[in-house]
């Protein structure tokens, strides 16, 4: 009888959805690359279920919210509730390795949070490394009362602007519109009815930029920013910072021309210094009365100006939007602002130079290197959740709580000179910490070093109210008289005034750790945030609870835990294809159970899907029973499986400022694979089990390194030859290599791969899959194309030939293929003597000097390991092939993550670590667990099936 319920519990844990109450919202967000085109290019961007912008979250007021999140990439990711105030929730929030550990490839995490006291718009987005530049939605909360402005609404438009790390293009709605190169059909166009009122929801998601946004002859009502009601006013144009929102009426009372549209716009609002690319993107608002289908947007002249929109470099508009915000400060809605405080903090925000490392080549002014920092402190981002080792009490050296209240040396903040030369900072992650219930103010200083711009702040966990602000530099024995304690504007993202300076206060009344940054993803990259911790109060309601537990915890991580994980994302994928035959049933749910606001309105251009994901019913027998039968005859042979079999590879968060997040591309437009005939059949053996590779079962020790070979092989020509470039273009700095400051777009590694995968297919080889989501090259090898460079035993002659030095020549005589072999490996034989050859490259000795630059070491020795390879695949590559292939697979499966000194071959763990240096030490084999956890499954689903046969 105990197994008997045992048995249930853990079928209905792993089968069926958990119960919960009628306001409990659920959503389940899959995180995966998706191949988008546009500006003439098809590119893989990195998604939410395969959308762009990613789905809207619509909830009410009060409701418990369940986001189950599935990473489906091999980068880790997280998920960032922006605005929310995450109340003794903190668990939930999303910034890695402030709050959470990243979501590892393959895993998923349960965001569960309530939308407490909290009503109107705000958005949600990566919170790890620069994913956010395409992995973002809408987030709404409807209210419990209702608005407190009169006029009648007609629809909703929700307008959310994107934007890359670079300035190709802005997006409404993820569409560029017709300025840009081939995107006539991605144009916003969005059909209104004479006479009537609309909502706009106005989200800027983009990663660098401050937006001015317009809308030709007519104006905006703003009603309320960042999901919090203000006095309402109108104004011809509005300004919003990359993190902030503003919800605004429009009324579509104007005349329309033959046209019937109207022009929207949105351009960035540039306070920097240094030239910017002026990227506007427009729409149109087209009259339901006088629509013309044959309108075409690319008839409009590329000079084309909307009267009402600000210059890019409008600051007075910018100042004066800012002022006219005021709370609604109501007695439904009143302003809470703190009168007294108990603390003040006086920080100054300063983007800064740093000396260029030796060997590096750096972007920045006069050769140095960018950087960021708050009170002279560019922020580090820890390798373990802060908030999980303060709640724990653990003993750590990943932060300290000595964050400077104030600037270390005072001088005159916004009248130095932009180029003064003595920039330098402190690195470290320093936070402060608040007892519960503290009133806080926070002056935020801007300062004139490099650049004088707006600096948009956001605080996670809480709003604030803007008390005052200016231009030039805070007198705190002045500026305070003259605060608006009364109904000042309440937000969580602040834009500091180019030039100036601006205060806030909140009350720390939510205990955790909470990040504090700049909403220019550029910015935060380089340093420019710190974090505060909010102590408990007094009793439950007052403290911060367990962490959930699912939480991706940094400290402890089981093999079965990765094996579990993986087990429900395949279960998820195998149950998809059944969803069309309950559609109808999961449709009626979700109308019942769906909010149900005002009709949302969206462009006739684009096709939106429902946002509203409720969990589906629970399954019926005959979903379990087809579930089964395709799941365990696409398994392994039960029996004693290979224990080199192992399973896709789990990679730790790069080091900050080390490592880019991508490696460079050159727009390679293919990777010929011209090997000789035996090396293609080669993959046969690698590549499986046996020697035929008959059963389609990878391993990893074999594979691997091999493809490894192959795809450096293909690619020689393009890296050697771009290595030249490099090396060329830094004759004038010697011993210099590229600089890694910032990350890049995709590489041409997916490129690559897909060739490999076209030239395999014609030779009659097909390589087996590790699972439906998982590519064999990147994700379960960790093999990934990089730009080469290595000045210490390459360099370019005056004609431009790359050529090598004496430890070059060495490295070709000691890399030939030996004739003995050991255990079928050919080549093997020479790999010891290879391999110490090619450490010999390098003459840069590792320094005892800081993590960051031991780091930054260790990847540069990589860099010269793989040219060196790639150099001698490029000159012969029959000759060294095998040998090559056996030095990859010592360097890939070394467990240590250290460079090993000889060949062997029993050891399996690490995939090779082209673009970053540091992976999961727990990502080696253990599918010897598989066959008695699919043989415990089959057993609970029988006992389940005999279970209701007798009910």
Request: aromatic share 10%; net charge positive; glycine share 6%.
């Amino acid at each position: 009888m105990l197994l008997l319920v045992v048995t249930l519990v853990v079928l209905a844990g792993i089968i069926q959805p958990s119960c919960s109450s009628p306001n409990t919202r659920h959503f389940e967000f899959d995180v995966v690359w998706k191949k988008v085109t546009r500006l003439c290019h098809t590119k893989p961007l990195l998604t939410v279920n395969g959308e762009y912008p990613g789905p809207t979250i619509a909830v009410h007021e009060g409701d418990n919210v369940e986001v189950r999140v599935t990473n489906r990439i091999a980068k880790n990711t997280t998920i960032h509730w922006h605005g929310v105030r995450q109340l003794r929730t903190g668990w939930a929030d999303g910034p890695a390795y402030i709050t959470q550990c990243p979501i590892r490839g393959g895993q998923f995490y349960t965001y569960k949070f309530s939308v407490i006291d909290q009503r109107g718009t705000l958005l949600w987005h990566a919170h790890s490394g620069w994913q956010r530049a395409s992995v973002y939605g809408v987030f709404i909360i409807y209210p419990r009362m209702p608005y407190p402005f009169s006029a009648p609404i007609k629809a909703e438009i929700p307008i959310i602007f994107g934007g890359p790390n670079s300035s190709d293009a802005y997006t409404i709605n993820g569409l560029p519109g017709p300025l840009y190169p081939c995107s006539n059909k991605d144009t916003f166009i969005q059909t209104v009815e004479r006479g009537k009122t609309y909502m706009l929801r106005i989200i800027n998601a983009a990663l660098n930029d401050e937006l001015f946004f317009a809308i030709a002859n007519h104006t905006l009502t703003v009603v309320e920013v960042d999901a919090l009601y203000t006095k309402p006013f109108t104004t011809t144009a509005i300004m919003v910072a990359p993190g902030q929102t503003t919800t605004a009426l429009i009324t579509a009372n104007q005349i329309p021309g033959s046209s019937g549209m109207f022009l929207m716009a949105a351009t960035p609002y540039v306070t920097a210094i240094f030239p910017f690319n002026n990227s506007t993107t427009i729409g149109f608002l087209q009259y339901k009365e006088i629509r013309n289908e044959e309108f075409e947007p690319s008839a409009l002249p590329r000079s084309l100006k909307l009267a009402n929109l600000p210059a890019m470099k409008d600051t007075a508009f910018a100042e004066k939007f800012s002022k006219r915000l005021r709370s609604l400060a109501s007695p439904e809605y009143p302003c809470k602002v703190p009168k007294k405080i108990d603390k003040r903090v006086i920080t100054t925000i300063s983007l800064n130079l740093q000396d260029c490392p030796k060997n590096k080549a750096c972007k920045g002014y006069a050769d140095k290197r960018f950087f960021a920092s708050m009170n002279n402190q560019s922020f580090v981002r820890p390798l373990k959740s802060i908030l999980e080792c303060y709640y724990k009490n653990l003993t750590t050296d990943e932060y300290s709580l000595n964050f400077p209240e104030k600037p270390p040396n005072g001088f005159d903040f916004t009248g130095v000179d932009p180029l003064a030369e003595n920039m330098n900072a402190e690195f470290g992650t320093r936070i402060f910490v608040v007892p519960y219930g503290t009133s806080i103010e926070i002056v935020l200083q801007g300062t004139s070093f490099l650049n004088v711009e707006n600096h948009p702040i956001h605080v996670h966990g809480h709003n604030f109210f803007i008390v005052g602000s200016g231009i030039g530099n805070f007198n705190a024995a002045k500026h305070p008289a003259k605060y608006n304690l009364v109904d000042p504007p309440e937000r969580n993202t602040v834009a500091v005034p180019a030039g100036g300076w601006a205060a806030i206060r909140l009350k720390a009344n939510n205990p955790g750790v909470w990040f504090i940054h700049c909403h220019l993803e550029e910015h935060t990259s380089w340093g420019l945030a710190t974090a505060f911790i909010v102590k408990n109060g007094h009793g439950k309601s007052q403290s911060l609870p367990p962490p959930p537990k699912d939480f991706p915890s940094s400290h402890k991580f089981f093999p079965w835990q990765s094996i579990y994980s993986k087990f429900l994302v395949l279960l998820n994928m195998k149950l998809k294809h059944l969803s069309s035959r309950i559609s109808s049933i999961t449709n009626t749910i979700k109308q019942r159970q769906s909010p149900h606001p005002p009709h949302i309105l969206s462009s006739h251009t684009i096709r939106k899907e429902p946002s509203f994901v409720p969990m589906s019913p629970n399954p019926p027998i005959f979903t379990v029973l087809v579930f089964f039968s395709i799941l365990l005859p696409a398994t392994p042979g039960l029996p004693n499986p290979d224990p080199a079999t192992i399973l896709p590879f789990h990679p730790n968060q790069s080091p900050p400022a080390t490592i880019p997040a991508f490696p460079e591309q050159s727009n390679v437009v293919g990777c010929p694979l011209d090997l000789p005939d035996e090396l293609f059949h080669g993959i046969k053996a690698a590549c499986g089990s046996t020697k035929d590779g008959s059963d389609g079962q990878l391993h990893r020790s074999r594979c691997c390194p091999v493809l490894a070979a192959w795809l450096y092989a293909s690619y020689s020509a393009t890296a050697l030859g771009r290595a030249s470039r490099v090396s060329a273009a830094a004759a004038g700095h010697s011993g210099t290599t590229t600089s890694y400051d910032l990350p890049l777009l995709p590489d041409d590694s997916e490129t690559c791969v897909d060739d490999l995968g076209k030239a395999l297919k014609t030779k009659g080889i097909e390589v087996a899959r590790p699972n439906e989501t998982c590519d064999v090259m990147y994700c379960y090898c960790g093999i990934r194309l990089h730009p080469l460079n290595c000045p210490e035993a390459f360099s370019v002659t005056q004609n431009g030939k790359l050529v090598g030095d004496e430890s070059v020549k060495r490295l070709e005589r000691n890399c030939l293929s030996s004739s003995s072999n050991v255990n079928g490996f050919p080549g093997l034989g020479g790999c010891s003597k290879c391999l110490n050859s090619l450490y010999m490259l390098n003459k840069k000795k590792t320094s005892n000097s800081s993590k960051s630059e031991a780091r930054t070491t260790k990847m540069h020795n990589k860099e010269c390991q793989l040219m060196g390879l790639t150099w001698l695949l490029a000159k012969n590559r029959t000759a060294y092939f095998h040998t090559v292939s056996s030095v990859i697979r010592a360097i890939m499966m070394s467990t240590t993550g250290s460079d090993p000194r000889s060949c062997t071959l029993n050891s399996d763990g690490m995939p090779l670590a082209v673009d970053s240096s540091e992976f999961s030490t727990h990502s080696s084999s253990n599918n010897h667990l598989r066959a008695p956890i699919y043989l415990c499954i089959l057993l609970l689903c029988c006992v389940y099936m005999l279970f209701f046969s007798f009910k």
